[in-house]
């Protein structure tokens, strides 16, 4: 089973800021890398997939980049909306997991 | 525009049986696989099931294998997850989702039923 570490657990960004999420792989998953987003009562949603492909309807400032093993989710500048917690998860083998999460919290 | 609504969920002792179902529309659903994601209260998401478009191949968790069974009716676009055996640790809102293309990533998510395993 590919095992997902996310860091940080917790970021504290003003709104405005640039968040740099991180997401590293106990194994190559190749660029097989989605990332979500999930607010407090909702459903997640989907950000990005292929490691770095904007889902439709995702605003430019989400993007993501890297492959193999170490990934990242760059916000470049925080909306109110964006204070969130976010998952990574891996589709390259079965079985699918996920991250533990980075909650983005608003300072 | 796709919508899906999960159902079935309760409360159930350890041991016993529940059925969820998610009925979906918006889209041609033997097209997609779909598939069952799960979050325990206040914990993380945990990939549960998935079946393919047509019904013909499944995967599952360790941790549900032997246990759950998902199928699908392509005639009444619903998506079935029969849960067997059920445990304290099988407690969590339980999510389906509609993959974008392929197998496992996921575009289009339903709002959650919840399961609770307890005595």
């Known amino acids: 089973e590919i095992v997902l570490t996310q860091s940080p657990g917790t970021l504290s960004l003003s709104p405005g800021e640039r968040a740099t999420l991180s997401c590293r792989a106990s194994q190559s998953v190749s660029s097989n890398l989605v990332w979500y987003q999930q607010k407090p009562g909702q459903a997640p949603r989907l950000l990005i997939y292929?490691?770095?492909n904007r889902a439709t309807g995702i605003p430019g400032r989400f993007s993501g980049s890297g492959s193999g093993t170490d990934f990242t989710l760059t916000i470049s500048s925080l909306e109110p909306e964006d204070f969130a917690v976010y998952y990574c998860?891996?589709?390259?083998?079965?079985?699918?997991?996920f991250g533990q999460g980075t909650k983005v919290e608003i300072k | 525009e796709v919508h899906l609504l999960e159902s079935g969920g309760d409360l159930v002792q350890p041991g016993g049986s529940l059925r969820l179902s998610c009925a979906a529309s918006?889209?041609?659903?033997?097209?997609?696989?779909m598939t069952w994601v799960r979050q325990a209260p206040g914990k993380g998401l945990e990939w549960v099931s998935t079946?393919?478009?047509?019904?013909?191949?499944?995967y599952y968790a360790d941790s549900v294998k032997g246990r759950f069974t998902i199928s699908r009716d392509n005639s009444k676009n619903t998506l079935s997850l029969q849960m067997n055996s059920l445990r304290a640790e099988d407690t969590a809102e339980y999510y389906c989702?509609?993959?974008?293309?392929?197998?496992?990533?996921?575009?289009?998510w339903g709002q959650g039923t919840l399961v609770t395993v307890s005595s």
């Open positions: 998860q891996q589709r390259s083998n079965w079985p699918l997991t």
């Open positions: 079946i393919s478009g047509r019904g013909d191949r499944t």
């Open positions: 918006g889209f041609t659903f033997s097209n997609y696989a």
């Open positions: 989702a509609k993959a974008r293309s392929g197998f496992s990533t996921y575009d289009y």
């Open positions: 292929d490691a770095s």
